[in-house]
């Protein structure tokens, strides 16, 4: 079955400093894979996907991820936090469901603290 | 383009209470998903529907229960409230992509509360 894991369920950078959010997959097949931000009391907002093509992924609010197939990992970094990047940040697998549609398994999420 | 809405934004049930909580989906999509997120996890999948018919399922009891009407606005229905029903429940939209790379957009939600 196509789960992901994410490491570490708070992490907490200084202003300035790199993000880096941690996921591995599990999966047999080459997986679609997400992440996704969520601040507080709101829905989840799309940062970035791989599905095929280029490893490296860009997304918004200069956040981008590298598919590794070799580590099973799709780690999320940002070279230089800001104040606004604070929220909790889930990794998500794509995977296909009985009767034809598909869902997403998310991770149980990284909440990221921005400290000044 | 206006995104995924959802009403109502909070509410609160008494258990073994129904209640229905509704969505519309962004313009252009038409395959609806609703996730239960509980405090403090990540989303849960409860089923998706496309063309008004359920096209997956979570493990999710026959209580929750789903519609999506022509304009691919969409309601989910829970019966006999339990209290641990509590959550946030969040609707996502999309289009039809096989095997999901198109990614969903998500709405803000219903905070639901069993008392």
């Known amino acids: 079955a196509q789960s992901v894991t994410q490491l570490g369920s708070h992490v907490s950078v200084s202003e300035g400093a790199l993000v880096l959010l941690r996921c591995n997959y599990s999966s047999s097949v080459p997986p679609y894979l997400f992440w996704y931000v969520q601040y507080p009391n709101q829905g989840l907002q799309l940062l970035l996907k791989?599905?095929?093509?280029?490893?490296l992924v860009k997304g918004i609010n200069g956040f981008e991820a590298e598919f590794k197939k070799s580590e099973t990992s799709f780690h999320l970094t940002k070279p230089s936090a800001h104040m606004s990047d604070a929220a909790e940040y889930f990794c998500?697998?794509?995977?296909?469901?009985?009767?034809?549609?598909?869902?997403?398994?998310f991770g149980t999420g990284t909440q990221l603290k921005v400290e000044l | 383009e206006t995104g995924v809405t959802q009403s109502p934004t909070h509410l609160i049930k008494t258990r073994g209470q129904q209640v229905t909580l509704r969505c519309s989906s962004q313009s252009g999509h038409n395959t609806v998903s609703w996730y239960q997120q509980a405090l403090g996890q990540g989303p849960q999948f409860i089923f998706q529907?496309?063309?008004?018919?359920?096209?997956g399922r979570g493990n999710f009891p026959p209580r929750f229960s789903g519609l999506q009407f022509p304009n691919y606005s969409s309601e989910l229905n829970v019966n006999a409230l339990e209290l641990d029903d509590s959550a946030l429940y969040l609707c996502?939209?999309?289009?039809?992509?096989?095997?999901?790379?198109?990614?969903?957009?998500f709405g803000s939600g219903t905070r639901l509360t069993v008392v």
């Open positions: 996502a939209s999309s289009i039809p992509s096989g095997t999901g790379s198109y990614g969903y957009t």
């Open positions: 998500a697998v794509s995977r296909l469901v009985t009767g034809g549609g598909n869902k997403l398994t």
């Open positions: 791989y599905t095929t093509g280029a490893t």
């Open positions: 529907y496309y063309r008004e018919e359920e096209n």
